[in-house]
C-alpha cells in the first residue's frame, strides 16, 4: 500500500475581503459550515456543506464570503492528483459532496478541531476522501488506510475485528486478507501493537497514571497492559517509565 506524500490540513473562515492567492501545492476546499464563493482562475463556483471544491497546485484563486462560516483546507502534493483515479477531480474542480463524502468532512471537522490533531489520521483518512470524491466505490487500501489511522487516533474504542470490519465496509474474511497482504499481520495484533506504542508515549510523556494510560489505550484494566507489556516487551509499565526517564535528556 504505497503512502501518499505528507498532507496537511487547516479550518479556516472567510471574511469579504477577496485576495487572490497561489500555492505550488494543490489544495481541497471542503466546507463544514456556511457558505463560500470560490474563483479559480476565473471560474466561480458557490461552496458549501454539500458543494467542495479542488484548486490545481500553482492555479490563482480567491474566496470570499459574506456570511459565518468554517472549510476544511487540505494542502496536498499536486502530482498526487495528476495520475491514475484521481486526475479526472483537476478536470470538474467544483465537485458535489456526496453522502459519504459529507460523512468523512464532519468526521474530519470534529477531528481537526481537537488540539493536537494527529498527521496520521489525515494522512489515512485523505485517500478515501480522494476516492469518494473520485470514484463510485473507494478502493479496499484507502478503506484500511482510513481505519488504520482512525485506529491509531482512538486506540481505547473497543476494536474488535467486526467493528473494524464494519469501519471500513469491509467483510470480516475481506479484512483479514487486506491486513494480511498489506500489513503482514493479523488486525488484532496490529491494534495490539498499536495500543503498546500509545501506552509507551503516555508512559514516557505524561504524568497520567498507569491504570489511566490502561483504560485509554483499550486494555481493560492496569494488569491487563501489565500483562500485554510483559508479553512484547519484558518489562512492565513502570519499568519502561522509569527507563524511559533515565535516558531522557537532562534539558527535558
Given at each position: 500500500?504505497?503512502?501518499?506524500?505528507?498532507?496537511?490540513?487547516?479550518?479556516r473562515s472567510y471574511g469579504g475581503g477577496r485576495e487572490g492567492d497561489r500555492h505550488a501545492y494543490a489544495q481541497l476546499v471542503l466546507p463544514v459550515s456556511g457558505t463560500?464563493?470560490?474563483?479559480?482562475?476565473?471560474?466561480?463556483?458557490?461552496?458549501?456543506?454539500?458543494?467542495?471544491?479542488?484548486?490545481?497546485?500553482?492555479?490563482?484563486?480567491?474566496?470570499?464570503?459574506?456570511?459565518?462560516?468554517?472549510?476544511?483546507?487540505?494542502?496536498?502534493?499536486?502530482?498526487?492528483?495528476?495520475?491514475?483515479?484521481?486526475?479526472?477531480?483537476?478536470?470538474?474542480?467544483?465537485?458535489?459532496?456526496?453522502?459519504?463524502?459529507?460523512?468523512?468532512?464532519?468526521?474530519?471537522?470534529?477531528?481537526?478541531?481537537?488540539?493536537?490533531?494527529?498527521?496520521?489520521?489525515?494522512?489515512?483518512?485523505?485517500?478515501?476522501?480522494?476516492?469518494?470524491?473520485?470514484?463510485?466505490?473507494?478502493?479496499?487500501?484507502?478503506?484500511?488506510?482510513?481505519?488504520?489511522?482512525?485506529?491509531?487516533?482512538?486506540?481505547?474504542?473497543?476494536?474488535?475485528?467486526?467493528?473494524?470490519?464494519?469501519?471500513?465496509?469491509?467483510?470480516?474474511?475481506?479484512?483479514?486478507?487486506?491486513?494480511?497482504?498489506?500489513?503482514?499481520?493479523?488486525?488484532?495484533?496490529?491494534?495490539?501493537?498499536?495500543?503498546?506504542?500509545?501506552?509507551?508515549?503516555?508512559?514516557?510523556?505524561?504524568?497520567r497514571t498507569v491504570a489511566e494510560i490502561a483504560l485509554a489505550a483499550g486494555f481493560s484494566d492496569q494488569s491487563a497492559l501489565t500483562r500485554a507489556l510483559r508479553r512484547t516487551m519484558d518489562?512492565?509499565?513502570?519499568?519502561?517509565?522509569?527507563?524511559?526517564?533515565?535516558?531522557?535528556?537532562?534539558?527535558?
Open positions: 500500500m504505497e503512502p501518499l506524500p505528507p498532507v496537511d490540513l487547516h479550518l463560500v464563493m470560490l474563483d479559480i482562475e476565473g471560474r466561480q463556483g458557490r461552496l458549501d456543506p454539500v458543494h467542495g471544491a479542488v484548486v490545481a497546485a500553482g492555479a490563482w484563486h480567491a474566496q470570499w464570503s459574506a456570511v459565518a462560516n468554517r472549510s476544511i483546507i487540505v494542502d496536498i502534493d499536486g502530482a498526487v492528483l495528476e495520475q491514475g483515479p484521481w486526475q479526472g477531480l483537476l478536470e470538474r474542480p467544483f465537485a458535489p459532496l456526496g453522502a459519504a463524502a459529507r460523512k468523512l468532512v464532519e468526521f474530519m471537522g470534529i477531528m481537526a478541531a481537537r488540539p493536537g490533531h494527529a498527521p496520521s489520521l489525515v494522512q489515512g483518512w485523505m485517500p478515501l476522501l480522494l476516492d469518494t470524491l473520485a470514484l463510485d466505490a473507494p478502493q479496499p487500501a484507502s478503506r484500511l488506510a482510513a481505519l488504520l489511522a482512525r485506529m491509531e487516533a482512538e486506540p481505547g474504542l473497543p476494536w474488535t475485528t467486526e467493528a473494524m470490519a464494519r469501519a471500513a465496509h469491509l467483510s470480516v474474511s475481506r479484512l483479514h486478507a487486506l491486513f494480511r497482504e498489506a500489513l503482514d499481520t493479523s488486525p488484532h495484533d496490529w491494534l495490539l501493537q498499536c495500543r503498546i506504542r500509545r501506552v509507551c508515549e503516555w508512559l514516557a510523556g505524561t504524568e518489562c512492565t509499565p513502570a519499568a519502561y517509565r522509569r527507563a524511559s526517564r533515565e535516558t531522557r535528556p537532562k534539558n527535558q
